[in-house]
């Protein structure tokens, strides 16, 4: 069992920058793929950046340039540093880790194929 803990959400203007932290109870590229969601109200839960075990990132278009996914495996703590933040950014942001590779590559961010997911944390960006 792997226990992932995020902080850092909070409320911001557009144009706005935060960093979200994930804290993971073992080493995060002992998993073959950790992955940031966000769910927004009224949509469906979407992968927004994944890391894989050799530090392999991928992006969804609507983040990539403003987004980074990065890991400190010395702290096992996973990061997600968003700039330049959008309204359309809104959303609980879900921390999430494979137990196994699964059908699908890390870049593919299928939900179903996540074992271990964090509890949230919530952005807000107003205009």
């Known amino acids: 069992q792997v226990q992932l803990v995020e902080s850092g959400g909070d409320s911001v203007q557009s144009g706005g920058s935060l960093r979200l932290s994930c804290a993971a109870s073992r080493s995060t590229n002992s998993m073959p793929c950790m992955t940031w969601f966000r769910q927004g109200p009224g949509k469906e839960r979407e992968g927004v950046a994944a890391?894989?075990?050799?530090?392999?990132?991928s992006y969804v278009e609507s983040v990539k340039g403003r987004f980074t996914i990065s890991q400190d495996n010395a702290k096992n703590t996973l990061y997600l540093q968003m700039n330049s933040l959008k309204p359309e950014d809104t959303a609980l942001y879900y921390c999430?880790?494979?137990?196994?590779?699964?059908?699908?590559?890390?870049?593919?961010?299928?939900?179903?194929?996540?074992?271990?997911w964090g509890q949230g944390t919530q952005v807000t960006v107003s205009s």
């Open positions: 890391i894989d075990s050799y530090g392999r990132e």
């Open positions: 999430a880790a494979k137990r196994y590779s699964g059908h699908y590559s890390c870049a593919v961010m299928a939900p179903h194929e996540y074992a271990y």
